[in-house]
């Protein structure tokens, strides 16, 4: 009955924490995955990266073993997630899109419950302090907030102490200081060398978290690769300028080193460039001359959003209901990344 | 004594800071990692359905109250009994069989479909404990509420009313098995193929149908001629029928009580598996 095999753990670090292989899977008439192959190394995190529907939580939820593909292979710690589950559960952090906890419930009680699943459990109340629940302890699980209830979620995908912890959206509907919060654990949990594989559609997240970024679209893989990498393949440098006043850059006259000019606002404008130390000197000294007062002048590489634009043809925040906050260029100001 | 807070830590102008920092130590306690034996699962996640069940004030009014309060109505007004018997001996199956009812039935059916929408299932079924083992916890809670359920029934009885254990108790005892396992599978069978609330609704429904028509306080042969062939085939009727024969003088439960309720328990438990969905 009991089910245990703690002869297996870290038995063989080089099996992969996941691999899938050809991976196909359809529900009805949609293909929600189509031929996708995907490896993660222990002690990864990687982001599973692109908009609703494009197969993210399918592909999660394959590895946690709550489907099997119709076609292809799927490894977890080198187990079968279906026929291997009870081997393979208790090394699993789980945390769920959405729901998954009794709504009448008390916090400390569902972290308990999940608790006694496990031969040594982390202690309940130093987590709930540690994911900021801890004067909400005794508050029923309906009374959550959004965040709160995904903060109680990720305190129980890790009460287990997991190898490998699957996070769907960990900071869906959390606010900026719950998410930053919410980030710092995650990091820590990457230090921790515990694999992580989150989905997001959120880039600025993807790119703070992730060793890697694993571009998914129309249950496709389309791009898998380090931050930087992403940003940086086949990107040319461009300038971004803010000028004190409105201004019209159809003024502009060709300039050395400026190549195309596009406007993105009365008083702002890029400019793509080859040379980024003569655009800034001829464009610099050109407003000089003509007296147009600049208040800022910055070299910006592509945004991410620009290579999932690239990438796949959509933007990521478009028809989204407003999780996180794509507003803001992600990537640009912050080169280098976190990794 | 696990807060592991760093005093240094504290200082940094990020709030997250220290308590990512007590994550880490938090997560690297002395002992292997591993799930705990699946008896542990098992009682853990009975209690909390357990507890569950009776802190929502409708579950326990509808197991525990209610059959007593029937009882003790219909037997101090005498009103529709039979009257060459004595009412506690007629009364007492048939509030058995309705508590059977109200805790395998309503109570697991309506928690359980709600457990389903709240994706409470699907969650459970990732950890440890896994599917097998949250269905056997439910079994496990189910059962411990029924003793409940038996247990205050037989002391109003015998208290109040005089009455005493006679008959074929073991016999009882498996007729209340069989039954148990009959609403149980009703119950889970609305709960898996339905939503939650319309899962609600339908079980109510059925609850006022089989107190009405089951035999439980009502004779079935008081009630009109046209539905007593209807009523006749319910399993709660062959449940109540069946108890009244066991705990009788002679003991005896009739062959068709048996064979009605084995078909009904067997019928619903397929029925219940085939189309249970856990999302």
Known sequence: MIDRSGGERGADPLVPAIALDGVVRRYGRTVALDGLSLEVARGECCALLGPNGAGKTTLVELCEGYARPDRGRVRVLGLDPVADGSRLRWRLGIMLQAGGLYPALRVEEVLRLFGRFFAVPADPMGLLEAVGLGPRRRSRVKQLSGGERQRLSLAVALVGRPELCFLDEPTAGMDPTARHSTWELILALRRRATTVVLTTHDLEEAERLADRIAIVHHGRLVACDTPRALRGAGAESRLEVETAGPFDPGRLPRLPGLGRVIVTGPTTFTASTDSTAAAMASLAAWMRDAEVPCSSMRVGTRSLEAVFFALTGESLSAGDGGIGSPTEPAGVGREGGSG | ?279
């Open chain 2, 1 to 279: 004594m696990s807060r592991t807070r760093g005093p240094g830590a504290g200082a940094a102008a990020h709030a997250a800071v220290p308590t990512a920092a007590a994550l880490v130590a938090l997560l690297d306690p002395p002992g292997e990692p591993g799930p705990s034996p699946a008896l542990r699962r098992l009682l853990a996640q009975a209690r909390v359905e357990l507890v569950l069940t009776l802190r929502q004030g409708e579950n326990f009014v509808v197991t525990l109250v209610l059959p007593v309060l029937l009882l003790v109505f219909f037997a101090s007004s005498g009103i529709a009994v039979p009257h060459r018997r004595p009412s506690i001996d007629f009364l007492l199956p048939g509030m058995l069989t309705l508590a059977v009812l109200s805790s395998g039935m309503v109570t697991l059916g309506i928690t359980t479909g709600y457990q389903r929408a709240y994706g409470v299932l699907k969650r459970l079924g990732g950890s440890p404990l896994s599917r097998a083992g949250l269905l056997g916890a439910k079994a496990l809670s189910v059962l411990a509420l029924q003793l409940l359920q038996v247990v205050l029934l037989g002391a109003v009885a015998a208290l109040a009313y005089g009455w005493r254990p006679h008959g074929a108790l073991l016999l009882a005892v498996g007729l209340l098995a069989l039954g148990a396992a009959t609403f149980a599978a009703c119950g889970m069978l609305l709960a898996g193929a339905l939503r939650a609330e319309v899962t609600l609704g339908v079980v109510n429904g059925l609850y006022l149908v089989f107190l009405v028509l089951g035999g439980v306080a009502v004779s079935i042969s008081h009630l009109p001629g046209f539905i007593q062939p209807l009523a006749r085939v319910l399993p709660v009727s062959a449940l109540s029928a069946g108890l009244r024969g066991a705990l009788s003088p002679t003991g005896r439960v009739a062959a068709s009580d048996w064979a009605l309720l084995m078909v009904w328990a067997a019928g619903l438990t397929i029925l219940a598996v085939r189309s249970f969905r856990w999302e």
